[in-house]
T-cell receptor, first 114, second 111 residues
Framework: NAGVTQTPKFRILKIGQSMTLQCAQDMNHNYMYWYRQDPGMGLKLIYYSVGAGITDKGEVPNGYNVSRSTTEDFPLRLELAAPSQTSVYFC?????????????FGPGTRLLVL | GENVEQHPSTLSVQEGDSAVIKCTYSDSASNYFPWYKQELGKRPQLIIDIRSNVGEKKDQRIAVTLNKTAKHFSLHITETQPEDSAVYFCAASRGSYIPTFGRGTSLIVHP
C-alpha cells in the first residue's frame, strides 16, 4: 500500500492565484482530513470528510474548499491565494470504527504565497 | 466539544534523561488517546496509543499512562537519545468523532 499520498510536494503561488492540492489514500479509509501547520505551530483542521459526498468545516476553513467524490480522493482547493495561506498542508485519513482510530498522514505539501 | 491542553510546549533534556509530556482533556466520553511524533520536515506518525479501559501501556523506551478520573494522560520517554528530538502531539477522540490534537511539545535531546 502507498498509504496517503499528496501532490505537489512544494509550490510557489502568486497572490490571487488558485490551485488544488491533491490527496489520495489506498487504505479504504472512510475519514479524511486536511490540516495546515504553520512554522513552529500545531495542526489546525481545515476540512474533513466522513465519506464520499460528505464534507464539513474544521477550525480554519476560510479561503479553502474541498470535495469528496470518491473514497480514495480528497482534494483541497485554494481560491485567490493570500500570503496568510503560506504553510505546510497535511492530508490524513483514518478508519473510524472500534479500535481503528489511528490517523495516517501524507508527506505534506509546502506552499509559499508571494 | 473536546479541548486538549498539552504541556510543556518545549522540553530540553540531556541524553539519557527521562522526558515526560502531559495532556489534559475535557470530554469524559473520550476513549482513545494517541501520541504522534513529528521529526523535522516529516509527517506526524503514531508512536503509541492507549484506550480508556487501560491505565498504562509500554513499548520499549516509551510509555503512556492514563488517569480517567483526572482526565489526563502522559507520554514517558526513558533513556532519551538524540533521535528522540522531535515535536510530539497528543490527541483525544471517541467513536465517530474526529480527534482533537494538543498544540505539540518540542523535545530537544542534547548529546
Amino acid at each position: 500500500n502507498a498509504g496517503v499520498t499528496q501532490t505537489p510536494k512544494f509550490r510557489i503561488l502568486k497572490i490571487g492565484q488558485s490551485m488544488t492540492l491533491q490527496c489520495a489514500q489506498d487504505m479504504n479509509h472512510n475519514y479524511m482530513y486536511w490540516y495546515r501547520q504553520d512554522p513552529g505551530m500545531g495542526l489546525k483542521l481545515i476540512y474533513y470528510s466522513v465519506g464520499a459526498g460528505i464534507t464539513d468545516k474544521g477550525e480554519v476553513p476560510n479561503g479553502y474548499n474541498v470535495s469528496r467524490s470518491t473514497t480514495e480522493d480528497f482534494p483541497l482547493r485554494l481560491e485567490l491565494a493570500a500570503p496568510s495561506q503560506t504553510s505546510v498542508y497535511f492530508c490524513a485519513s483514518s478508519y473510524l470504527a472500534a479500535d481503528e482510530e489511528t490517523q495516517y498522514f501524507g508527506p505534506g505539501t509546502r506552499l509559499l504565497v508571494l | 466539544g473536546e479541548n486538549v491542553e498539552q504541556h510543556p510546549s518545549t522540553l530540553s533534556v540531556q541524553e539519557g534523561d527521562s522526558a515526560v509530556i502531559k495532556c489534559t482533556y475535557s470530554d469524559s466520553a473520550s476513549n482513545y488517546f494517541p501520541w504522534y511524533k513529528q521529526e523535522l520536515g516529516k509527517r506526524p506518525q503514531l508512536i503509541i496509543d492507549i484506550r480508556s479501559n487501560v491505565g498504562e501501556k509500554k513499548d520499549q523506551r516509551i510509555a503512556v499512562t492514563l488517569n480517567k478520573t483526572a482526565k489526563h494522560f502522559s507520554l514517558h520517554i526513558t533513556e532519551t537519545q538524540p533521535e528522540d528530538s522531535a515535536v510530539y502531539f497528543c490527541a483525544a477522540s471517541r467513536g465517530s468523532y474526529i480527534p482533537t490534537f494538543g498544540r505539540g511539545t518540542s523535545l530537544i535531546v542534547h548529546p
